[in-house]
Structures are given as C-alpha cells and as structure tokens.
C-alpha cells in the first residue's frame, strides 16, 4: 500500500492524481443528485459548446460527447498510463518522457471511445447544428483557414456557443471581426463562413 501511495504521489502521476480527485468528487455529485445528469447534453463538445475548452476538446477530435466525459476518459486513462509508467522509469528526464507518452496515449484511447459514446450524447439540445447556418458569428482566434478556425455564434435563445469555423477562400478573418455562416459539414463537424457584409450584432442577422 505504501509503495502504490508513493508512485501516485510521485512526478508526473501526481499531476493526474489531483485531476483524477476531481473527476471523481464531480461524477460523485452526478450520482448522488448534486448536479443535474440531464445537463449533461448542453455541453456536449461537438464544436458547439460554450466555452474555449470545449472547443479545444472538440478541435482535437473528442467532438459529440459531454466535455466533463471526454475529460474524465483523458484523465483516468493518462493516470493509469502515469502511473504504470512510473515503475519501470527512473530519472527526471525520463518522467518528463512518460508525462508526453501519457497525454498522447490517453489522447488516442479517448478517441477511440468517443465513437461509440457519440450515439449516447446526440447534440440536439437548444440550436441544432444545422439552425446555426444563415447566422452571424464573431471569429475567436487569429485567423480562420481551410483547417482552422473557431468562432462564437449567439442561439435564437440567447446563448452564445464556440464553434468550429472555416473557409473555403482567401479572405482575411482576424479575431474579432464579423462572419456569416452559411454552411455545415457534418463529417468535420465545423461551419464554412464567409465575412459579414456589414457588423450587426452577432446571432442577429440572418443571411438572406
């Protein structure tokens, strides 16, 4: 018990340690009826989840699952491999080597899991995907590409949403400016954009 206790409370396991903490304690509360298991589909990170982190979970391919599941599956795989890891490496350049090993193991198990999970979690609370199109969006990051891109868009409800942006030409999108949708890709799961004509207020204006 006490070598188990020190490997977890060792570099770089314990950094996933305090997360595992965490991930339990919230799923804890899930179960016991401290927060709202049906919530769980307003957050499910397929692009169109409020919130940077969300959208970054969604941008390394973990889209169409709540974030709090992608990040639980992220968590308690990279502890594992941390922490089986751990008993085979010595040295502090080595553990930095396993900490890389383990974010990127954790990564592709995630991803893998995310595909059956997606048909648990449809992303249809709210604005679907498809009523975001014909809306104005705000660009969220430097610039939007061909690969890259995010944006926030404003619901019919008045939620504002991070979701996923590209374009298909050379026009220049820097963070702030104005965009409108006009398409979605279900396959990559983002929205083609081109630039507002004009800068209503996001959400606001449809396109004609």
């Not at 977890?8 to 804890?28: G, H, K, N, Q, R």
């Amino acid at each position: 018990m006490g070598e188990f206790l020190n490997a977890v409370l060792e570099f770089p396991t314990v950094l996933f340690t305090s997360l595992l903490v965490v991930v339990i304690a919230y799923w804890l509360v899930v179960l016991f009826g401290g927060a709202d298991a049906d919530s769980l589909d307003a957050d499910v990170v397929d692009g169109d989840v409020a919130g940077g982190f969300g959208g970054f979970l969604g941008s390394v391919g973990l889209g169409g699952v709540p974030a709090t599941v992608g990040l639980s599956v992220l968590v308690l795989v990279a502890w594992f491999v941390s922490l089986a890891g751990s008993t085979v490496v010595d040295g502090a350049l080595l553990s930095v080597v396993l900490l890389a090993v383990a974010l990127v193991v954790a990564w592709l198990v995630a991803r893998v899991l995310v595909v059956p999970l997606r048909r648990l979690f449809p992303a249809t609370s709210g604005d679907s995907r498809t009523a975001f199109v014909g809306r104005t969006c705000v660009i969220r990051t430097g610039t939007v590409t061909e690969t890259f891109g995010q944006a926030e868009v404003t619901a019919a409800d008045g939620s504002s949403a991070i979701v996923q942006v590209r374009q298909t030409g050379t026009d220049t999108f820097t963070a702030g400016s104005t965009a409108v949708i006009y398409e979605y890709d279900p396959d990559g799961e983002f929205f083609w954009v081109v630039p507002a004509p004009t800068d209503p207020t996001p959400g606001q204006r449809e396109l004609s």
